[in-house]
């Protein structure tokens, strides 16, 4: 399952873009802070966003696809693409959508130029931004794994685990180098060399 590391999620973001790319990379950057896939986020209105218990901005939405309710505070990311569309659902009707409609088709064609622009070579589509949110903006950063569970609408836990387990074998990848060296270093060692006379 491929998700994007933070040095290309920084890189879509800062990349210059012609206007109907913006649109699509925006959408997409949303989702990556929220985690909501792309049937959530195309039926998203106004209504969808209240303040939460803490007093700040909060997404509440029922899943399409599994009919859970979803609670979540809205990262600063994600309050500041809603703010670029302001114009676009403010003023209009409560059921407006937060975000121009893009099929989901063109969408994924439209999000292979941006990553190309962007210089990230791997396959993205809609779909990586909810598997980033799972594991480089959440579980990365030591969000328990039932609090990502509950924000992705997952009916069991065991459904989130896959995120987990992908972050692992990263961190295995990322280690894997590290910890040779270092087997290669205790095997040079003067004390090992004594123990083996």
Do not use: C
Request: net charge positive; proline share 4%.
């Amino acid at each position: 399952r491929g998700f994007l590391s933070e040095k290309e999620l920084k890189s879509l973001e800062e990349v210059p873009l012609p206007a109907n790319l913006s649109i699509v990379r925006d959408v997409f950057i949303f989702a990556v802070y929220t985690g909501l896939s792309y049937v959530d986020i195309e039926n998203l209105t106004n209504e969808n966003i209240n303040v939460g218990i803490d007093k700040s901005l909060w997404l509440h939405y029922k899943r399409v696809k599994t009919g859970v309710r979803v609670s979540l505070p809205l990262l600063e990311p994600a309050l500041e693409i809603i703010n670029r569309y302001d114009t676009y659902h403010k003023g209009g009707k409560k059921n407006q959508p937060l975000f121009p409609y893009v099929s989901n088709q063109i969408m994924n064609r439209y999000l292979k130029k941006v990553a190309k622009l962007a210089g990230v070579e791997d396959r993205v589509t809609y779909h990586v931004a909810r598997h980033t949110f799972a594991t480089t903006i959440t579980l990365q950063h030591e969000i328990p794994l039932e609090t990502v569970s509950k924000m992705l609408g997952h009916t069991k836990i065991t459904t989130t685990q896959v995120y987990a387990r992908v972050v692992d074998t990263k961190v295995m990848r990322d280690m894997a180098t590290l910890k040779d060296m270092y087997s290669h270093k205790e095997d040079k060692s003067p004390n090992n060399k004594a123990a083996n006379e």
